[in-house]
């Protein structure tokens, strides 16, 4: 699990994911998906072959420089998720997300939190419905900061790009569960949360 120690900077890489055909960006040894979610029953980086290339090579874009993505609806300019839904990238899903800031030198991500939080409460008339709560939330273990080396976290994005390159694109991925289908699956989640939790 990556801890910023005073001035120390983190290492950033990236590597392909055979199990979720997803391109992970590894953060000291662990991979980001793995340390949003512990438990890797929900979020997926946005690096995977499920959704379609042009939107991968958008979310790299924004990667690379934070004016580049942005603003969406639902992401405000140099916001970076981390993790996003694992069906069809809906940020209302839950989606885990950074602020993304660049010096020459550096590249920090900083203020983790859920993006869309607002958005899903109005829509769902729910604030419970925007994040998870208590001992599941990452907001309790992710680092606040981390930086990167800027040669380092250039290095791994080229590697995302070479890694996307180098594992053939399906031309249609594979269809998502219908919204009503992922609402359902959401509701089962806090349910039991809230039963066992």
Known sequence: MPELHGNALSSITARWNKLEKTVELVVDGTPVPAIVNR??????????????????????????????????????????ALTICPYDADILCGTFAVSLARTDDHVIWHGPHWAGDDIAAEIMGREDMAAPEGSDDPLNWFPAKLEFPAAGYDAAMDSVQHIIETHPWPAFPSRPPSRLARMIIRLRGLRDKRDHG
């Open 39 to 80: 438990k890797r029953n929900v979020g997926i980086s946005p690096f995977a072959q499920r959704f379609l290339e042009s939107g991968v090579s958008e979310w790299l874009a924004g990667y690379r420089d934070p004016e580049l993505r942005g603003p969406t609806k639902e992401l405000a300019p140099g916001e970076l």
